[in-house]
């Protein structure tokens, strides 16, 4: 069972949609396990109005499903460049850092960037053969959840060594590489 699993990665379309889920996921690990740090030392939050600001990521719930519907519609190539392009418009506007209520606003298109990007990647998959969703899903969901680790211990190690600056610049180049990685990798019949 796990050799089929990880020889689906045969398909190019398979690696490169995984590849490009676990660059992103390095994206959400440097965002939501940084975001924290910056907001206390830049605002003054305690840990009340931090955990607060969690609660910016439930507006994504609400567009991850839009995200898919317009990856049905007008295809997966199309869709993931235009959620991508939004998740780096959030890391530019939180580069600065701005006044707390745009970081807000920055948070949310971050984040709406990051789950509806897994959305289109889940729909990409599953143009595959209906009898291996289930891998698929587990090679998706495990290269995505390894990115998310490393972008977790990554974006620490940046946000304390560097500052917020280096921080929004790895969480942008991995939105940029994620993005080439996908279009390189995956078919445009997609």
């Not at 235009?82 to 006044?99: F, K």
């Not at 977790?152 to 994620?178: D, E, P």
Request: aromatic share 12%; hydrophobic share 55%.
């Amino acid at each position: 069972m796990l050799r089929s699993t990880v020889g689906l990665l045969r398909d190019r379309s398979v690696a490169g949609i995984c590849l490009s889920g676990a660059v992103i996921g390095v994206a959400f690990g440097v965002f939501w396990n940084t975001i924290p740090f910056e907001l206390q030392a830049t605002f003054g939050f305690g840990p009340a109005a931090v955990g607060a600001f969690g609660l910016v990521a439930a507006v994504s719930a609400a567009a991850s499903p839009i995200a898919g519907r317009l990856a049905d519609r007008y295809g997966v190539r199309g869709t993931q460049t235009a959620v991508l392009a939004a998740l780096l418009l959030g890391w530019l506007l939180i580069a600065a850092p701005p006044p707390w209520p745009v970081v807000v606003v920055a948070a949310i298109v971050i984040d709406v960037g990051l789950w509806s990007n897994q959305v289109v990647n889940q729909a990409a998959l599953f143009h595959a053969d209906p009898r291996d969703h289930s891998k698929l899903n587990t090679l998706y969901f495990g290269s995505r959840f390894a990115g998310i680790s490393a972008g977790s211990a990554f974006g620490t190690a940046v946000w304390s060594q560097l500052g917020w600056h280096a921080v929004v610049a790895a969480g942008a180049g991995c939105s940029v590489v994620g993005l080439a990685v996908f279009r390189r990798f995956v078919r445009s019949g997609y």
